[in-house]
């Protein structure tokens, strides 16, 4: 089917040529480096630093958590000053901060230079939604769609050069991960200088008065209910990285190979199906059933995983496809959800200071979700599935009216409203 072919598929995930495509190049190549990083961050700082594995996750979690209060300045910085201004700042101190781990010697270095990396990273996820929506446009939707797909790609590239690394597993081989890693921060900053010097947008007069609130994100209730409900929900994005290989290995009687099969299906489902389910979410109304549906899934998806226990092998490998499939979608529809309900509720002058927002309650669940996913919910093996299912469920089912508060309380949404009342009540002649 010509739908299904090589060319209609890159058509549809790549922007047309402009100033889309130039930030999806630079995109994708960042997620490059990202591919290559992850799998090999923990054996380099174990096997090369020869750092304690207790002593690597308490650094990673302090300079974790001392990044979230940068959040929401960060954020606003970029509405204020010019997202590309913020975002090429915050590129160029990553590159910097990803080539000073190869100077890391002990515990205290590590903090020191992974506060430093945390700092650009959390400045970077706050202001880079205020550049996307700026480059977006009318289109902002389908095109973080579009990105999401791409960036997908290039993390499975960066990973496929990352298992040659790990593969050699020389201390050579791990430092040249970890420059080309820098490197693509710094080509990615190189190519964002072709997208125009975006000027931050004129605020409305009575958030220019003297005594009016600065920070209105933290006003708005409807965003902060959606903040708390989408933020809590991305422990999903964990549960394949950090549960199920736990699962399948010390739970089940599914064979070891099947890690690498759930992997495989999520990538490969992500990469087809995002654009293409994701093209369909483009409102407010649709964001909040997006999100429904991706509660409704991720609770039948944990629900056949809890199964996986005390079966043949065969029938636990049947049943953590049907699971890893069901989560992969319920992923799909929590990303094209997120997308539709922070461009439609914040406003576009403020799109930083809402993206901070949203990031850090997400910044908070992903400090918590080794706890809960390893710590408690897998510990506590069927129950533990069931509950989390249940948690995603109840907090999709939550999303449709946070979707309908949310279009009601728009000011555009209000105004237009206010239009229509005066209209209906004049007399035609």
Same mark, same amino acid.
């Given at each position: 089917?010509?739908?299904?072919?090589?060319?209609?598929?890159?058509?549809?995930?790549?922007?047309?040529?402009?100033?889309?495509?130039?930030?999806?190049?630079?995109?994708?190549?960042n997620a490059l480096g990202t591919g290559m990083f992850m799998p090999v961050y923990v054996l380099y700082f174990t096997r090369v630093v020869e750092l304690p594995k207790t002593q690597l996750?308490?650094?990673?979690?302090?300079?974790?958590?001392? &990044?979230? #209060?940068?959040? !929401?300045?960060?954020? @606003?910085? *970029?509405?204020?000053?010019?997202?590309?201004?913020?975002?090429?700042? +915050?590129?160029?101190?990553?590159?910097?901060?990803?080539?000073?781990?190869?100077?890391?010697?002990?515990?205290?270095?590590?903090?020191?230079?992974?506060?430093?990396?945390?700092?650009?990273?959390?400045?970077?996820?706050?202001?880079?939604?205020?550049?996307?929506?700026?480059?977006?446009?009318?289109?902002?939707?389908?095109?973080?769609?579009?990105?999401?797909?791409?960036?997908?790609?290039?993390?499975?590239?960066?990973?496929?050069?990352?298992?040659?690394?790990?593969?050699?597993d020389t201390e050579a081989g791990y430092r040249v991960l970890l420059v080309l890693n820098a490197a693509s921060f710094l080509v990615s900053y190189a190519v964002l200088l072709r997208l125009?010097?975006?000027?931050?947008?004129?605020?409305?007069?009575?958030?220019?008065?003297? &005594?009016? #609130?600065?920070? !209105?994100?933290?006003? @708005?209730? *409807?965003?902060?209910?959606?903040?708390?409900?989408?933020?809590?929900? +991305?422990?999903?994005?964990?549960?394949?990285?950090?549960?199920?290989?736990?699962?399948?290995?010390?739970?089940?009687?599914?064979?070891?190979?099947?890690?690498?099969?759930?992997?495989?299906?999520?990538?490969?489902?992500?990469?087809?199906?995002?654009?293409?389910?994701?093209?369909?979410?483009?409102?407010?109304?649709?964001?909040?059933?997006?999100?429904?549906?991706?509660?409704?899934?991720?609770?039948?998806?944990?629900?056949?995983?809890?199964?996986?226990?005390?079966?043949?092998?065969?029938?636990?490998?049947?049943?953590?496809?049907?699971g890893v499939v069901l989560i992969t979608l319920g992923e799909i529809w929590y990303s094209s959800g997120t997308f539709a309900m922070e461009f439609g509720l914040p406003p576009e002058y403020?799109?930083?200071?809402?993206?901070?927002?949203?990031?850090?309650?997400?910044?908070?669940?992903?400090?918590?979700?080794?706890?809960?996913?390893?710590?408690?919910?897998?510990?506590?093996?069927?129950?533990?599935?069931?509950?989390?299912?249940?948690?995603?469920?109840?907090?999709?089912?939550?999303?449709?009216?946070?979707?309908?508060?949310?279009?009601?309380?728009?000011?555009?949404?209000?105004?237009?409203?206010?239009?229509?009342?005066?209209?209906?009540?004049?007399?035609?002649?």
């Amino acid at each position: 089917m010509t739908t299904l072919s090589p060319a209609a598929f890159a058509k549809s995930v790549v922007p047309a040529p402009g100033g889309q495509r130039t930030y999806a190049l630079s995109s994708f190549v960042n997620a490059l480096g990202t591919g290559m990083f992850m799998p090999v961050y923990v054996l380099y700082f174990t096997r090369v630093v020869e750092l304690p594995k207790t002593q690597l996750g308490l650094a990673f979690a302090i300079s974790g958590l001392l &990044g979230i #209060p940068l959040s !929401i300045p960060a954020g @606003d910085l *970029a509405d204020r000053r010019g997202p590309r201004k913020v975002v090429l700042f +915050a590129l160029f101190g990553q590159g910097i901060s990803m080539i000073a781990y190869l100077f890391v010697q002990g515990f205290w270095s590590l903090l020191l230079v992974d506060t430093v990396m945390m700092l650009f990273t959390t400045v970077y996820f706050s202001s880079v939604s205020a550049l996307i929506r700026r480059v977006g446009g009318d289109d902002t939707v389908t095109f973080r769609s579009k990105l999401r797909t791409l960036g997908n790609i290039g993390i499975s590239g960066g990973t496929l050069a990352a298992g040659v690394g790990i593969s050699v597993d020389t201390e050579a081989g791990y430092r040249v991960l970890l420059v080309l890693n820098a490197a693509s921060f710094l080509v990615s900053y190189a190519v964002l200088l072709r997208l125009p010097d975006y000027e931050p947008l004129p605020r409305p007069e009575e958030e220019k008065a003297e &005594g009016a #609130p600065r920070w !209105i994100a933290l006003r @708005d209730k *409807a965003f902060v209910a959606y903040s708390l409900v989408a933020g809590t929900m +991305a422990i999903q994005n964990f549960i394949l990285e950090m549960m199920i290989p736990l699962w399948i290995v010390a739970y089940t009687d599914a064979p070891g190979w099947s890690v690498t099969a759930a992997f495989l299906i999520n990538t490969t489902l992500v990469v087809l199906l995002q654009v293409r389910l994701g093209d369909k979410v483009q409102s407010l109304k649709d964001g909040g059933a997006a999100l429904r549906q991706a509660g409704v899934v991720l609770m039948v998806g944990c629900a056949a995983m809890s199964l996986m226990r005390h079966q043949a092998a065969w029938i636990a490998l049947i049943l953590l496809l049907i699971g890893v499939v069901l989560i992969t979608l319920g992923e799909i529809w929590y990303s094209s959800g997120t997308f539709a309900m922070e461009f439609g509720l914040p406003p576009e002058y403020a799109q930083g200071q809402y993206q901070g927002l949203a990031g850090t309650v997400t910044s908070l669940s992903t400090a918590v979700a080794p706890v809960l996913l390893l710590g408690l919910a897998l510990s506590l093996g069927r129950v533990g599935w069931l509950g989390l299912g249940v948690l995603m469920l109840v907090l999709g089912l939550t999303s449709p009216a946070i979707a309908a508060w949310g279009e009601r309380t728009r000011p555009a949404a209000a105004k237009l409203a206010a239009e229509e009342a005066a209209a209906a009540k004049v007399i035609p002649a």
